[in-house]
Each structure stands twice: as C-alpha cells, then as structure tokens.
C-alpha cells in the first residue's frame, strides 16, 4: 500500500517561500509519477504540479509557472514542492498523491493515494 506524508506547510507573507515534502513508507517514490494538489474551502481541487517516473517531465498549473519547482529527492525518497513569490491566492491544504499519469494536455490525473495534507496560508 502506498503511504505518503506531507510536511513543510504553514504561514508564510506575500512574496515568501515554502518548502514542502512528500514522504513515501515502505516504497521507492522514484517507481511512481507524483502529483502536488491542492484544494481550498468552495473550490475545485487543482493539480498545481507533476513530475512522470518515466522521463522525468513536469507539468505545472499555469498560475505557478516560474514561481512553483516540482524536485525528486532519490536519496531521501521525497518530492518536493519549491515555492517561491506566494501569493493570498495560493492559500489551501496542499497534499502529495501517486497517480496515472501526467501529460501536457492532462495536465496530472488519477489519483492512486494521496497524504492527508498540509496547510498553506499566505497573508500578511
């Protein structure tokens, strides 16, 4: 069974930075394509960012672009999210799942298993 835990979120101002980090037990998270959503109170659920197991591609949610970097970390069995220049809009529970696949028209899609999240807020 898949597990994964997320850490890194919290309360960051306008312009700041956050780190997050998606653990997986008991499984190398290389072996799986890996997405970063997240989902605020009333909104959809957004796929923000994805990396594929296969080649390595990355897609991002247009809003992020520039501003968000997805990364493996093999050594330490983690993806993390770099996030840079936040902004109020990017406030929301933020969590890490294994899924399908991820393709530039797609964008990341089918969620396996997911984390149980961490929480982003941005304000001053």
């Known amino acids: 069974q898949v597990q994964l835990v997320e850490s890194g979120g919290g309360l960051v101002q306008p312009g700041g930075s956050l780190r997050l980090s998606c653990a997986g037990s008991g499984f190398p998270l290389s072996d799986y394509h890996i997405g970063w959503f997240r989902q605020a109170p009333g909104k959809a659920r957004e796929g923000v960012s994805c990396?594929?197991?296969?080649?390595?591609?990355?897609y991002y949610l247009r809003p992020v672009e520039g501003r968000f970097t997805i990364s493996r970390d093999t050594a330490k069995n983690t993806v993390d999210l770099q996030m840079n220049n936040l902004k109020p809009e990017d406030t929301s529970v933020y969590y890490c799942?294994?899924?399908?696949?991820?393709?530039?028209?797609?964008?990341?899609?089918?969620?396996?298993?997911r984390g149980q999240g961490t929480q982003v807020t941005v304000s001053s």
């Open positions: 799942a294994a899924i399908a696949g991820v393709t530039p028209a797609s964008g990341c899609y089918g969620i396996h298993s």
């Open positions: 990396i594929s197991y296969t080649n390595g591609y990355t």
